[in-house]
């Protein structure tokens, strides 16, 4: 899997919208497609960029498929307590999903060796 430049919107609760580039090839995701209502779309994704760091990117959809929330964190490693304690720290509440996308993650970096 070839490094790529990757465009992701970033939503923020308060604030402007914005885009973040970067070189980084996806890694992971899980989707949680109910949320708590049923109105809503939960997605986490996993890349490394091509720095090795890994960027955990959660976003919140609305029924429609807008993006009503969208925030990342930076990691140098995907040790699980690491990934929960930096997204807790930006305020970003995935849910276990990040857990999940995770291991797909390490299930790809496996397969990449």
């Known amino acids: 899997m070839e490094f790529q430049q990757i465009s992701l919107a970033i939503v923020p609760e308060k604030g402007e919208n914005s885009a973040m580039s970067f070189?980084?090839?996806p890694l992971g995701r899980a989707v949680d497609e109910s949320g708590d209502s049923g109105s809503f779309?939960?997605?986490?994704?996993?890349?490394q960029t091509r720095e090795k760091s890994f960027l955990i990117?959660?976003?919140?959809r609305?029924?429609?498929?807008e993006i009503i929330l969208a925030n990342f964190v930076e990691?140098?490693?995907l040790d699980l307590g690491t990934v929960r304690l930096a997204l807790?720290?930006?305020?970003?509440?995935?849910?276990?999903m990040y857990s999940e996308a995770v291991y797909h993650s390490l299930d790809t970096l496996e397969l990449l060796k």
């Open 23 to 25: 070189n980084g090839r």
């Open 88 to 96: 807790k720290d930006e305020g970003i509440y995935p849910g276990t």
């Open 41 to 47: 779309k939960t997605m986490v994704e996993i890349y």
């Open 57 to 60: 990117y959660a976003t919140y």
């Open 75 to 77: 990691t140098d490693t």
């Open 62 to 65: 609305d029924r429609s498929g």
